[in-house]
């Protein structure tokens, strides 16, 4: 089956400018998270999705940050205005949700990285 | 708050050796617990996910224990070999919210 697709793999930006990433998960994945890894430590969840709606956001910078998920499948990460301390690698993953494996077991795809300058 | 340590942060060894990757957490109310592989620029691949319930799960050079009491969970790597280097991440998720809690990640080098 194919992966969890992201675009772009990179974005270069300066700061004050928007910048949007775009996931694809799994065909039929309920859930969908998108992670910030900065470099050196371990992914951050920002916000996870079960189909089009919002489980949890607590950690998601929403006076700059925002994301959506349109009828339950694509998913779209925004920043505006990007700050420097947002660069980092941008991780969307996905879950099958219910089923017959773990409920929470999580796919990731390749990432975007940025850099804003 | 969840808190996810991994030791060392940093490890090489040479081919062929067997070698322990160590994680623990500080709250032992989990649901699962899993071990990724990252590969620079890469994304994370799953290695091992152990239930709350289980002790141990083992996929090929590769094994996975844990003690929930003590908050502890050790990666056993068989004979190592070079295409094993890479950051292997360890995150626990929790009872409630499923959601993942990662630890900084060790970085292991395999020397030919």
């Known amino acids: 089956e194919a992966g969890v697709a992201q675009s772009p793999r990179y974005k270069i930006i300066e700061k004050r400018q928007s910048v949007a990433f775009w996931c694809n998960p799994i065909s039929g994945h309920a859930t969908l998270y998108w992670y910030q890894q900065i470099l050196g430590q371990g992914p951050k969840l920002l916000i996870q999705f079960q189909n089009n709606g919002v489980v949890d956001d607590s950690q998601l910078p929403k006076d700059r940050f925002s994301a959506e998920r349109l009828k339950g499948v694509d998913s779209t990460l925004k920043i505006q205005p990007a700050k420097l301390e947002d660069s980092a690698v941008y991780l969307c993953?996905?879950?099958?949700?219910?089923?017959?494996?773990?409920?929470?077991?999580?796919?990731f795809g390749p990432g975007t990285r940025l850099t804003v300058l | 708050k969840q808190e996810v340590t991994q030791i060392p942060a940093a490890l090489s060894v040479p081919e062929g050796e067997n070698l322990v990757l160590n994680c623990s957490f500080t709250?032992?109310?989990?649901?699962?617990l899993q071990w990724f592989r990252q590969d620079p620029g890469k994304g994370l691949t799953s290695l091992l996910l152990i239930q709350s319930s289980q002790r141990e799960q083992t996929s090929g050079r590769l094994n996975a224990s844990l003690d929930k009491s003590s908050g502890r969970s050790t990666l056993y790597i068989a004979a190592s070999q070079p295409g094993d280097s890479a950051t292997y991440l360890c995150?626990?998720?929790?009872?409630?919210?499923?959601?993942?809690?990662f630890g900084k990640g060790t970085k292991l080098s395999v020397i030919p």
């Open positions: 709250d032992s109310a989990i649901y699962n």
């Open positions: 993953a996905s879950g099958p949700g219910k089923g017959l494996r773990s409920y929470n077991e999580q796919f």
């Open positions: 995150a626990v998720s929790g009872a409630g919210s499923y959601q993942l809690t």
